[in-house]
């Protein structure tokens, strides 16, 4: 099955601690992003991937670590979360065609993270 | 500055009734997609239909439609025939061409809430 897969699906943990979210994908798309969502602000992009080894900023980028040294694998470090980095988050990959734009993205189901 | 506004927090309709969520976009990119997305309460992300600046045509996927007005920076999204399952967050996104970076940005989103 064709699927963007998040872990964990739920994290609380405290200030400080240094944490990571992975997020792998099976269906060879060269586009990976993470995006948070908080009420009432949609979703904003945190970082994005078009390749292995080529990674950029979105909109929200500080405070946050990503990777891409595979292309199925893309996860996101915190490497010192604080509270204001409680949200709900989204991984999503989308294949690059010649188009580049008409892909649409296919989300992962979301890691609840609570920062105390 | 690429930017997406839905200006519905919340919106209801009548089950069978049609009804238009609205967005309106900025970016300086000729090249860019729209994508609207629905996010039921279970929290997944689910892509609806896609329209690219250069297409000519409405798109149109099944009861959905996006009422593309390139001049007016609009892309709002038409559900027809609307049914309780579409209860849902929507969410209006674009990704910009080269000088955008490919980056994505999405609006704040239109809850809708179907009544029987």
């Known amino acids: 099955e064709a699927q963007v897969t998040q872990n964990p699906r739920y994290l609380i943990t405290v200030t400080g601690k240094k944490l990571t979210v992975t997020c792998s994908q099976n269906?060879?798309?060269?586009?990976m992003s993470w995006y948070r969502q908080d009420p009432g602000l949609g979703l904003r992009q945190i970082y994005y991937?078009?390749?292995?080894?080529?990674?950029d900023k979105g909109d929200v980028p500080e405070g946050y670590k990503v990777s891409r040294k595979e292309k199925r694998n893309f996860p996101l470090i915190l490497e010192s979360p604080s509270p204001n980095q409680t949200s709900l988050y989204f991984c999503a990959s989308s294949f690059l065609p010649f188009d580049r734009l008409n892909q649409p993205q296919h989300f992962g189901d979301g890691t609840r993270l609570s920062i105390l | 500055a690429q930017k997406i506004t839905q200006t519905q927090p919340g919106m209801f309709v009548q089950e069978k009734e049609a009804v238009t969520l609205d967005c309106t976009y900025d970016t300086s990119d000729p090249s860019y997609g729209l994508f609207w997305y629905k996010q039921p309460s279970s929290g997944e992300m689910i892509f609806l239909i896609y329209?690219?600046?250069?297409?000519?045509q409405n798109a149109t996927e099944g009861r959905y439609s996006l009422n593309f007005q390139k001049a007016r920076k609009s892309a709002n999204l038409v559900i027809s025939a609307s049914q309780l399952g579409d209860s849902a967050m929507y969410f209006c996104a674009m990704r910009a061409g080269n000088t955008g970076g490919f980056k994505t940005i999405f609006g704040a989103g239109t809850r809708l809430f179907v009544k029987a």
């Open positions: 269906m060879n798309h060269e586009y």
């Open positions: 991937s078009m390749n292995v080894e080529v990674t």
């Open positions: 329209q690219g600046s250069y297409d000519q």
